[in-house]
């Protein structure tokens, strides 16, 4: 059994964290049994470090920060953090079940990733207000609105666009994934490397995934990028819908 540490929110046993859902799109898409542990935002940190898993990445002071998704695969004793070195393990540790990596296509993978998180600030800033009210603990807001502090000097509802910088933004969001769909425009099938999913579709559709649950579905800007690209993404959305379940 693998175990999934996710980020709780209002419902506690749902994941709303487009950084899970790419984790859990993997998973379920090689069938692998595994169980969810939902983690405040304030636990993460200590709760992921004491577990043995190592750190994402360091803070700002240099210190080790812990991160989800991170798993523990009880079958090895592995402990991996990050979406997509989770996707690599999990490619090579099971290599009988369907490829999030297929092979030819890693370095496909490797720059549309790349691409990804290079340009998708513009909805990190746009959900910042919206992720303050997925909190159901007081803890977890309050943490979440240091560490936007920290990274802007500004709290969750001081960073919220409005007028005419929220609709730049929006423009510039739009403006991404039109570079992304020319990247499928040059795929033989309907999925970025073919007629399968794989991580780089994992990738959009968790952010698609958490835009749709952190804005809301009747979001007018949400209701515009179902409709964007003649429909890409919300074919994109349906077409891995077997795979989004965050049942345990």
Not at 36 to 58: C, F, H, Q
Not at 133 to 154: T, V
Request: overall charge negative.
């Amino acid at each position: 059994m693998i175990i999934l540490y996710d980020l709780a929110g209002r419902d506690p046993n749902k994941c709303w964290s487009s950084n899970v859902w790419k984790a859990r799109y993997v998973l379920n898409y090689k069938k692998l049994p595994y169980r969810t542990i939902y983690l405040g935002l304030e636990e993460v940190d200590g709760i992921i470090k004491e577990a043995g898993i190592p750190p994402s990445r360091l803070k700002p002071d240099g210190t080790p920060l812990h991160t989800v998704p991170s798993i523990i695969d009880d079958a090895t004793g592995e402990r991996v953090t990050d979406s997509y070195a989770i996707a690599e393990y999990l490619d090579k540790q099971y290599p009988d079940t369907p490829k999030a990596f297929p092979q030819g296509t890693e370095a496909l993978q490797a720059a549309f990733y790349q691409q990804f998180n290079e340009r998708n600030n513009a909805f990190f800033v746009l959900a910042i207000p919206h992720i303050a009210n997925m909190f159901s603990k007081q803890a977890s807001l309050e943490h979440f609105s240091r560490r936007i502090f920290a990274f802007s000097g500004k709290s969750p509802d001081q960073i919220r666009p409005v007028g005419e910088e929220l609709e730049k933004l929006w423009e510039k969001a739009f403006g991404f994934f039109d570079e992304l769909d020319g990247w499928y425009g040059k795929s033989s099938g309907a999925f970025l490397a073919g007629d399968a999913p794989s991580f780089g579709d994992f990738t959009v559709a968790a952010a698609l995934k958490g835009m749709k649950i952190v804005f809301g579905e009747d979001e007018e800007h949400w209701v515009k990028m179902t409709k964007a690209n003649n429909g890409r993404w919300s074919k994109l959305l349906n077409d891995l819908e077997i795979y989004a379940s965050d049942e345990n």
